[in-house]
């Protein structure tokens, strides 16, 4: 879906839903091709009521992550289709106990019986996927058990407001950090290259003395980012955007459209029209960034870098 591929991983909860609605929505065709007449938001309160015991409404609530009220209003419509009753506990008459009806037995094996089939398919789709989404899914769920998506938010967010980010030109104190950055970044995707080495060897003779412009984003006065104007000569663009990367300790903080911003003014400032670059599509929040800075793809390609399978322009 373009959406989640342009999105990413933030956009979890939209992709959850999405998939909980195809689910919900083919589980109850799935209901209707085996004659069971029920509907899928039931399923928990019944699964929980085929052991056989009797339940009260808020221990069903809790056992199936869902409130009281959202419980109460299920066991309503259940009611209503003949499936459960409801009593008084003997040991707690404030206390209402939801039992299995004569109609709600009899639908019991039958949906059980369902059960099975379709968790022999979900095991084959899990084996066919290679993905254990049932193990992702607790393994989030304990996460965010320990601390919440909010918690971490805050966090984060109060984290960055301490921080100081501020982009200034490159100086030879820089080079171990434009060098390691740079290695750091395409080792963790491909390998080296024989050009790589040679521009990150020494960025004073195969940038600068070319016309080219380096940039470093400071946090807190610390280096932690870089991105080059590396000069084009012979061709219809000024410059390439090129070599940007950030540390993985500072990622979250915008560094990257930062950087960039500050690269493409100044492209802007010298006059330069054109600016190309050369990128890869599993990159998806650098392909993001490139295209919400305004850079479009081009039809043809040919591409620098083995690992390339993207170009890029922008016109200024």
Not at 98 to 116: A, F, M, N, R
Not at 218 to 232: D, K, Q
Not at 258 to 282: D, Q, W, Y
């Amino acid at each position: 879906m373009i959406f989640f591929d342009k999105s990413g991983i933030v956009a979890m909860g939209s992709r959850l839903r999405w998939l909980a609605d195809e689910i919900t929505r083919e589980a109850t065709e799935i209901y209707k091709l085996y004659g069971i007449d029920i509907k899928p938001k039931w399923f928990p309160v019944l699964f929980m009521l085929f052991d056989g015991s009797d339940c009260s409404i808020t221990g069903i609530a809790k056992a199936i992550g869902q409130s009281h009220p959202s419980v109460s209003n299920i066991v309503k419509e259940l009611k209503n289709a003949g499936l459960v009753t409801e009593g008084k506990s003997d040991e707690d008459r404030r206390t209402t106990i939801i039992s299995l009806t004569e109609k709600g037995l009899d639908l019991k094996d039958k949906l059980i019986q369902v059960c099975k089939y379709v968790e022999s398919i979900v095991q084959t789709i899990e084996i066919q996927s290679s993905d254990k989404l049932w193990l992702a899914l607790d393994n989030w769920e304990k996460a965010l058990a320990e601390k919440s998506l909010l918690k971490r938010v805050q966090d984060e967010k109060a984290l960055r407001d301490k921080q100081v980010v501020e982009i200034v030109d490159y100086r030879p104190e820089h080079f171990m950090t434009f060098k390691r950055l740079n290695i750091m970044w395409i080792n963790s995707h491909w390998s080296l290259e024989p050009h790589d080495l040679e521009v990150l060897n020494d960025p004073d003779c195969s940038i600068l003395s070319k016309g080219g412009h380096i940039f470093v984003a400071l946090v807190n006065g610390e280096p932690m980012g870089v991105v080059a104007l590396c000069r084009m000569e012979g061709t219809e663009y000024d410059f390439e955007l090129a070599k940007l990367a950030v540390d993985p300790e500072a990622r979250g903080l915008g560094i990257g459209e930062k950087i960039c911003r500050e690269a493409l003014e100044f492209a802007r400032k010298s006059g330069a029209r054109k600016i190309f670059l050369e990128s890869n599509t599993l990159l998806k929040p650098a392909i993001n960034l490139y295209r919400k800075l305004g850079f479009t793809e081009l039809a043809e390609y040919h591409p620098a870098y083995e690992r390339g399978d993207i170009q890029m322009e922008l016109t200024l």
